[in-house]
């Protein structure tokens, strides 16, 4: 039987200077900067797209737990045997499973935003609440179940960690394997001290921490490789998620071969069994650290690329002197493009200038008004940002309803254009509930902070008094950290609302309908412009990260696919 941190009965009480030991070492080191600077790089840019949705607070937790418990295995060869006999013990027992546990919550957010934006893959398809208040069953599991998705997955986890940890100081109190004076008879070991140490490193006191890495290595991360096998998305989340789930599975079961089979013993020498364990947190670490820091970095470029494609553009149109034609002549490119057919006679410098033409602003504009679906299933399948898309949609749909009154404010309001202006404000409202109000949105729009507190003053005290207060604040610079997905359940007002028939409609107008409306003075600061700056700031948005993402993808695949100009037909 072999030894957590390799002790036998030969070992000396001596650090252990062989070069297999120093590079181990060195390697400990070298790795642990690594991992740093790229948690480090992660942090500086937390507020671009593709880490906002990550929820980096959870799982470069489960990336610092994981490695306390990999740095001091490197050192295992050097001096296991002048470290206490328990001490691999209490790391493995506590270090490991918490993280792998918090490691695991992080990415089954996965699965949880891939089946929530499923819900904007279409145009203009959202699931709505009847405002008709029902009655809550009681109970500890109704309760459990009517807790936001994050409340209840760290709960699961936190009970799992608990469950673990009290396992973990159970064995050790029992077990007189670690002290003679208290425990089980019987379960003494004997001996010299190495070889009390050799026998502390393994036996029936480690079966819990076995038992929950096979839990999560053998049924967890399986479970949710499966359900991921049709999602593709721009993150590399589906890649981290088939990496880690696979380069998990040796671990555990290396581990018990590196103990129990005498024939490992050579190698325990070199590389003790705990390091099979520490090869799979390393594969963890790249796919959670590195993928994430590339990502980053390829957006960067695409965006980058972007930009300066919009500023050949410009120049040229300037140029030029003919912006009326140049535009006309872009929206024919991208309806080609959009509609899967290209000009087999099409040159190179045509090419070119198709490449820094569809990239501006007004290409955007006009796939947004002539056929935003296939962008909208892009964002929201692949992208898991539909809800911006969605947003700008919504809000062209509400800005080409308004009344002159409304577009006007200096023309006069009779009864009947009050009338309209509120039915108005109960659509913007509805608009603000839905995307912006991190209260209520279950994917708030990323506008700035200032713009925020605005539309705030404006329309959260009445979305409180239609809507309700049951959902939890989001931190608008990070609302997928505390992840509250679910929908808000409206309450009713004594005097503000006025309830309405339910049914599930598909249009903005239609939905907001459907909606208790609020009955209650309008702001002063209500008018046509009230979105204007959030739209514009989604637009930007969408401009330099899905736009230029979505046009590659319709590049790559408009030659694999026939039927991609039937679907995609303007």
Same mark, same amino acid.
């Given at each position: 039987m072999g030894s957590e941190l390799g002790v036998t009965a030969d070992s000396k009480a001596d650090i252990d200077l062989s070069p297999v030991t120093i590079w181990w070492a060195v390697w400990a080191c070298v790795w642990t900067i690594a991992v740093v600077l790229g948690m480090a790089y992660l942090i500086v840019h937390r507020n671009m797209p593709t880490l906002r949705i990550r929820g980096l607070g959870l799982s470069l937790s489960a990336i610092v737990?994981?490695?306390?418990?990999?740095a001091p295995v490197q050192f295992a060869t050097m001096v296991g045997p002048l470290l206490p006999g328990d001490c691999q013990y209490w790391m493995m027992g506590t270090l490991l499973p918490c993280g792998v546990a918090l490691f695991h919550a992080s990415n089954a957010r996965f699965l949880h935003v891939a089946k929530l934006q499923r819900k904007y893959a279409q145009y203009g398809e959202r699931l709505f609440i009847s405002p008709t208040p029902e009655e809550k069953p009681k109970g500890l599991i109704a309760r459990f179940h009517r807790l936001s998705y994050s409340?209840?997955?760290?709960t699961i986890v936190g009970i799992g960690m608990f469950l673990q940890i009290f396992l973990t100081i159970l064995m050790w109190l029992i077990s007189r394997k670690w002290h003679s004076s208290w425990g089980i008879p019987g379960t003494e070991v004997h001996g010299t001290i190495m070889e009390q140490k050799m026998a502390q490193g393994a036996g029936w006191e480690w079966w819990p921490g076995v038992a929950w890495q096979l839990a999560w290595s053998w049924i967890v991360a399986p479970i949710v490789l499966w359900k991921s096998r049709n999602i593709h998305d721009t993150h590399g989340w589906r890649v981290q998620t088939i990496g880690c789930a696979?380069?998990?599975?040796?671990a555990t079961p290396m581990w018990l071969i590196g103990l129990y089979v005498p024939a490992m013993a050579p190698v325990n020498t070199v590389f003790v069994p705990p390091q099979w364990i520490c090869l799979s947190i390393m594969f963890i670490e790249i796919f959670t650290v590195f993928l994430p820091c590339w990502e980053v970095?390829?957006?960067?470029?695409?965006r980058q690329e972007t930009l300066d494609s919009i500023?050949?553009?410009?120049?040229?149109?300037?140029?030029?002197?003919?912006?009326a034609k140049s535009l006309n002549s872009e929206s024919t490119m991208v309806d080609s493009r959009i509609s899967g057919w290209k000009s087999a006679n099409g040159s190179v410098k045509t090419e070119n200038s198709y490449r820094d033409s569809i990239m501006t602003m007004s290409a955007l504009e006009h796939v947004l008004e002539r056929n935003p679906a296939p962008l909208q299933e892009f964002s929201a399948? /692949?992208?898991?940002? @539909? =809800?911006?898309?969605?947003?700008?949609?919504?809000?062209?749909?509400?800005?080409n309803s308004l009344p002159a009154t409304l577009r006007d404010r200096t023309l006069p309001r009779d009864s009947n254009s009050r009338d309209v202006i509120r039915d108005h404000f109960n659509r913007a409202l509805h608009i603000y509930a839905e995307f912006i109000s991190v209260r209520h949105a279950e994917f708030p729009v990323n506008i700035s902070s200032q713009?925020?507190?605005?539309?705030?003053?404006?329309?959260?005290?009445?979305? /409180?008094?239609?809507? @309700? =207060?049951e959902r939890e604040c989001v931190d608008p610079t990070s609302p997928f950290d505390k992840f509250t997905f679910d929908l808000p359940s409206p309450t009713h007002s004594d005097s503000s609302e006025k309830p309405m028939k339910s049914s599930t409609?598909?249009?903005l107008t239609d939905a907001i309908k459907d909606r208790v409306q609020y009955w209650g003075d309008i702001p002063a600061d209500f008018d046509a412009s009230i979105f204007d700056a959030a739209e514009a700031s989604i637009k930007y948005l969408v401009l330099t990260n899905t736009w230029p993402k979505f046009i590659k993808d319709r590049r790559d695949s408009v030659g694999s696919f026939d039927t991609l100009a039937v679907s995609m037909e303007v």
């Open positions: 737990l994981l490695h306390l418990y990999w409340t209840k997955m760290l696979i380069a998990n599975l040796h970095m390829r957006h960067q470029s695409l500023a050949r553009w410009e120049l040229k149109v300037k140029s030029t002197g003919s912006e399948l /692949r992208e898991f940002s @539909g =809800e911006n898309i969605v947003f700008l949609t919504s809000l062209a749909e509400w800005k713009e925020l507190r605005k539309l705030e003053s404006i329309f959260e005290h009445p979305t /409180r008094l239609i809507y @309700g =207060e409609k598909s249009s």
